[in-house]
């Protein structure tokens, strides 16, 4: 499980270190499908195959630069019939940098530029660091399937399934459900169900179901931008010079 353990667990779950879920899913759980590029609304009546649904995103993913975006994470623990829900902004770049702020309840900055991952908790100043190096392949591979996703990387990875259309904020959405293909990521995450915007080709939701319990937890996004320009500062360090540095192993 290495480093990102505690990682996953501190920043998308709200659990500790023993947490089951997979923390290689981490930095893709936090951009999962947040932005594609704009296509016109599929006509009425279409009905949607997995094949369907990839082209469309295969086109949506080609002129992709930049996102932001409010974000929402809501946490459910079955065994204690509990829900809790943090909320802040993201702002994500094709550059490989990402700067999720955590505003609601606590604050938290979570900031990835390239190979680095940086945790910073102002409550007790302090910037946990991380070295992505080992798991560059998986963090990737997630970061596609947010906003760069091709069909060829998720036919490879997961087995696919259109769960029909549903309303989600005011408007219609493609259900899809992905279940990973490999046992190991079977044994952490069950399956993912995405809402995808069928007029402006934006995924508003993502649900991850967790293995050998009840729990899960929803990102929600809304008031996403595409393609704005984010300055180099948005990806700075930008916490107090004497916070606390360490660099969490195991």
């Not at 981490?26 to 082209?55: E, I, R, S, Y």
């Not at 259109?162 to 399956?191: A, C, F, H, Y």
């Not at 080709?201 to 009840?214: D, I, T, V």
Request: charged share 30%; with cysteine.
């Amino acid at each position: 499980m290495g480093i990102l353990r505690n990682v996953f667990a501190a920043e998308l779950t709200g659990q500790g270190p023993n947490l089951k879920a997979n923390p290689k899913f981490l930095l893709g759980f936090a951009v999962l499908a947040v932005c594609l590029a704009a296509l016109p609304a599929h006509p009425q009546g279409q009905k949607w195959t997995p094949d369907g649904v990839l082209t469309y995103m295969d086109h949506a993913a080609q002129d992709f630069r930049s996102l932001t975006g409010d974000i929402e994470r809501i946490k459910y623990t079955d065994v204690v019939k509990d829900t809790s829900t943090e909320s802040g902004q993201v702002w994500v770049r094709k550059d490989e940098k990402i700067r999720i702020q955590f505003t609601k309840p606590d604050p938290r900055t979570v900031l990835r530029t390239g190979d680095n991952l940086y945790i910073f908790n102002p409550k007790i100043n302090r910037v946990e660091e991380y070295d992505l190096k080992d798991n560059r392949e998986m963090v990737d591979q997630y970061l596609d399937l947010g906003f760069n996703t091709r069909g060829e990387h998720l036919k490879k990875n997961f087995l696919i399934a259109v769960n029909g259309e549903q309303e989600l904020d005011g408007r219609k959405t493609v259900v899809i459900e992905l279940t990973p293909k490999s046992t190991k990521m079977r044994e952490q995450i069950t399956k993912i169900q995405m809402w995808v915007d069928t007029g402006s080709w934006m995924a508003l939701q993502q649900k991850f179901f967790e293995a050998n319990s009840g729990d899960y937890f929803i990102i929600h996004y809304t008031k996403v931008m595409k393609n704005l320009k984010i300055e180099d500062s948005r990806f700075k360090p930008n916490w107090p010079k004497n916070a606390t540095k360490v660099k969490p192993r195991g």
